[in-house]
T-cell receptor
Framework: SQTIHQWPATLVQPVGSPLSLECTVEGTSNPNLYWYRQAAGRGLQLLFY??????ISSEVPQNLSASRPQDRQFILSSKKLLLSDSGFYLC????????????FGEGSRLTVL | AQSVAQPEDQVNVAEGNPLTVKCTYS??????LFWYVQYPNRGLQFLLKYITGDNLVKGSYGFEAEFNKSQTSFHLKKPSALVSDSALYFCAVRAPGTYKYIFGTGTRLKVLA
């Protein structure tokens, strides 16, 4: 069966420090992968999605970036964190593209101080 | 552009009573519609979806939703609420031929014992 892993689960970082959040999917190949951010426990904002290795689409201009170095790995990065980057980051993948729903990881909570 | 609206920030219902969580959408073409539930500090869990076919869709944990094309709505319902249904509920839409899943701002459901 397919599973999705995110780490770290919790992260506290100072302003101006770098960031790397990792997402890995198991049990499938060539998934479509997504990064969402949830601020203050409410709505989800689509940040990036990827349909294949090295193919990244950015939805919101900001100081975050994403990379997909391997088929089932999706990384969210920043060179210098801002206070406003705090939030709950969720990775998701799609199973059946024609009809399918997204499956989410357990999330990474980032606090920038 | 596609969008989703969840007009209620919070819905309170007594245990055993029916519940409705509202969702309206705007999308070109025939939409793919989804409901998710989120418990504190967890990822989103898929509840149900509408792709095509019968307007009444049944999902997990006794939830169902009705697709109404003329009203562009996809309200989530359950005949008898449980205290354990208390959580944050998200409606989402994807337009055919696109990769983006757009989520509403979420509705907090509180079921009172």
């Amino acid at each position: 069966s397919q599973t999705i892993h995110q780490w770290p689960a919790t992260l506290v970082q100072p302003v101006g420090s770098p960031l790397s959040l990792e997402c890995t999917v198991e049990g499938t190949s060539n998934p479509n992968l997504y990064w969402y951010r949830q601020a203050a426990g409410r709505g989800l904002q689509l940040l990036f999605y990827s349909v294949g290795i090295g193919q990244i689409s950015s939805e919101v201009p900001q100081n975050l970036s994403a990379s997909r170095p391997q088929d089932r790995q999706f990384i969210l990065s920043s060179k210098k964190l801002l206070l406003s980057d705090s939030g709950f980051y969720l990775c998701a993948w799609i199973g059946d593209w024609n009809t399918g729903e997204l499956f989410f990881g357990e999330g990474s909570r980032l606090t920038v101080l | 552009a596609q969008s989703v609206a969840q007009p209620e920030d919070q819905v309170n219902v007594a245990e055993g009573n029916p519940l409705t969580v509202k969702c309206t959408y705007s999308v070109s073409g025939n939409p793919y519609l989804f409901w998710y539930v989120q418990y504190p500090n967890r990822g989103l869990q898929f509840l149900l979806k509408y792709i095509t076919g019968d307007n009444l869709v049944k999902g997990s944990y006794g939830f169902e939703a009705e697709f109404n094309k003329s009203q562009t709505s996809f309200h989530l319902k359950k005949p008898s609420a449980l205290v354990s249904d208390s959580a944050l509920y998200f409606c989402a839409v994807r337009a055919p031929g696109t990769y983006k899943y757009i989520f509403g701002t979420g509705t907090r459901l509180k079921v009172l014992a």
